[in-house]
């Protein structure tokens, strides 16, 4: 009489909310079993193990519901890691939009929520020290992808900040002080080394052109220095020497 038992078709989920069914029963040590939201099959999985759920989909999204580990020869502990999950936390985590509301409609490419394809994009480009930028090739960008992404000095990557949610309700570059003097609209350019070069104007819209002139000029100046020391690629640095500011930056 034979013991064989048949489980095939048998379901279960897994520690990570993935459920799988068994597709294939050889015996209680040899089991193959698909997942049935990716459709990836792992193969000589142990049926005590599928029933206490110790079997990983690494293409399911346990990374903010959005991001998956994949299979490949990247691992965690690289750098690589580390930006990839502050990407997915910028695009997918509703606590930092609390904190950062302009990264709340941004989101990551269908390729990079998978980590080996973002770990292999990464280190074909990195460059030491230098940060993920998505904005400066394509202003006003809201997606993460190989096309609008490239690595930067901070210094650059800081140039193009524009504290939309903290300048309060005048044009970018422009604040007013109320009290009582005839040139209340103060134009405040931030300069390198914590320098600021701050000029009065009796109108917004005067100061804020004067701001739009003079930060249009520094991101110019400051591009073809790195530029001129090979400190950042040919895109970048034309995208720079283009860069504008509109009043409703």
């Given at each position: 009489m034979s013991n064989f038992i048949n489980r095939i078709g048998e379901k279960f989920i897994n520690n990570d909310g993935a459920e799988f069914e068994i597709i294939e029963y050889r015996n209680a040590e040899d089991i193959d079993i698909q997942f049935l939201k990716s459709g990836k099959i792992y193969k000589n999985k142990s049926y005590g193990n599928c029933v206490r759920g110790r079997v990983k989909d690494f293409y399911y999204p346990t990374y903010y519901g959005k991001g998956y580990f994949?299979?490949?020869?990247?691992?965690?502990?690289?750098?690589?890691?580390?930006?990839?999950?502050?990407?997915?936390?910028?695009?997918?985590?509703?606590?930092?939009?609390?904190?950062?509301?302009?990264?709340?409609?941004?989101?990551?490419?269908?390729?990079?929520?998978?980590?080996?394809?973002?770990?292999?994009?990464?280190?074909?480009?990195?460059?030491?020290?230098?940060?993920?930028?998505?904005d400066i090739l394509q202003k006003d960008n809201k997606i993460y992808s190989p096309q609008t992404c490239c690595f930067v000095p901070q210094e650059i990557n800081?140039?193009?900040?524009?504290?939309?949610?903290?300048?309060?309700?005048?044009?970018?570059?422009?604040?007013?002080?109320?009290?009582?003097?005839?040139?209340?609209?103060?134009?405040?350019?931030?300069?390198?080394?914590?320098?600021?070069?701050?000029?009065?104007?009796?109108?917004?819209?005067?100061?804020?052109?004067?701001?739009?002139?003079?930060?249009?000029?520094?991101?110019?100046?400051?591009?073809?220095?790195y530029f001129d020391k090979q400190l950042i690629k040919e895109n970048v640095y034309q995208a720079l020497q283009n860069f504008t500011i509109n009043e409703n930056d």
């Open positions: 994949g299979i490949g020869n990247h691992i965690a502990r690289e750098e690589a890691y580390s930006v990839w999950s502050m990407m997915l936390q910028r695009c997918y985590d509703d606590a930092y939009h609390i904190k950062y509301l302009t990264y709340y409609d941004c989101f990551v490419c269908d390729e990079w929520l998978c980590y080996q394809t973002f770990a292999d994009w990464f280190n074909e480009n990195y460059i030491e020290g230098y940060q993920l930028d998505k800081k140039l193009l900040l524009n504290h939309k949610g903290q300048r309060g309700e005048y044009k970018i570059g422009v604040s007013k002080i109320n009290d009582g003097r005839k040139r209340p609209y103060c134009s405040t350019l931030q300069l390198q080394n914590g320098k600021k070069e701050v000029i009065y104007f009796e109108t917004e819209d005067e100061a804020f052109q004067s701001y739009k002139q003079r930060k249009e000029s520094f991101v110019r100046k400051i591009s073809q220095e």
